[in-house]
T-cell receptor, first 114, second 114 residues
Framework: DAGVIQSPRHEVTEMGQEVTLRCKPISGHDYLFWYRQTMMRGLELLIYFNNNVPIDDSGMPEDRFSAKMPNASFSTLKIQPSEPRDSAVYFC????????????FGPGTRLTVT | GENVEQHPSTLSVQEGDSAVIKCTYSDSASNYFPWYKQELGKGPQLIIDIRSNVGEKKDQRIAVTLNKTAKHFSLHITETQPEDSAVYFC?????????????FGRGTQLTVWP
């Protein structure tokens, strides 16, 4: 299996622009998580889905952030408009419901907003 | 919600020495405690986990101990090697919650000097 796939790996954009991050979870996994990692705040859970349905979005920082999962093999995290404080590494992770709670992380997208 | 504290934030050891990373948690309902390793430029990867019905678990050079009464758990790496250099995260998950919602510590940067 190719693992969790994220694109792009790096994104540099100007303040005010829309940014869309993409994730393809591991085939067969029914949970998908979006995390943000910064030096200041560490690893934060933004939102997670079960069977394509958002379960907990309490970590989404504000209305500028939105996430969708139109099908089991694709999810997006959108920031509109972007701000410099959104600069971070964004990770997508997926998991399969079972006695194992392991989350498999993608390689991340490094976002820089200037 | 759960609060996970992790110490130290940085740790340097000589190759062959042991390394210990400690975490505390606040929610007595937490019952699953994974440890993730994050190498430079990659996403975190599960290396070992422990459930609250077990006090200790070992996998080759790594071991995790759990003290439910004191609400702390530790990662022990013996005979450290340069390839152990990475950021290590502890996490906790609350019993009864839906799968997901791992609460992460802030991470420990481990450096193993040859």
């Amino acid at each position: 299996d190719a693992g969790v796939i994220q694109s792009p790996r790096h994104e540099v954009t100007e303040m005010g622009q829309e940014v869309t991050l993409r994730c393809k979870p591991i085939s067969g996994h029914d949970y998908l998580f979006w995390y943000r990692q910064t030096m200041m705040r560490g690893l934060e859970l933004l939102i997670y889905f079960n069977n394509n349905v958002p379960i907990d979005d309490s970590g989404m920082p504000e209305d500028r952030f939105s996430a969708k999962m139109p099908n089991a093999s694709f999810s997006t995290l959108k920031i509109q408009p972007s701000e410099p404080r959104d600069s971070a590494v964004y990770f997508c992770a997926s998991s399969f419901h079972s006695s194992s709670y392991e989350q498999y992380f993608g390689p991340g997208t490094r976002l820089t907003v200037t | 919600g759960e609060n996970v504290e992790q110490h130290p934030s940085t740790l340097s050891v000589q190759e062959g020495d042991s390394a210990v990373i400690k975490c505390t948690y606040s929610d007595s309902a937490s019952n699953y405690f994974p440890w993730y390793k994050q190498e430079l430029g990659k996403g975190p990867q599960l290396i070992i986990d422990i459930r609250s019905n077990v006090g200790e678990k070992k996998d080759q050079r790594i071991a995790v101990t759990l003290n439910k009464t004191a609400k702390h758990f530790s990662l022990h790496i013996t005979e450290t090697q340069p390839e152990d250099s990475a950021v290590y995260f502890c996490a906790a998950r609350r019993r009864g919650s839906t799968l997901g919602r791992l609460y992460f510590g802030r991470g420990t940067q481990l450096t193993v000097w040859p």
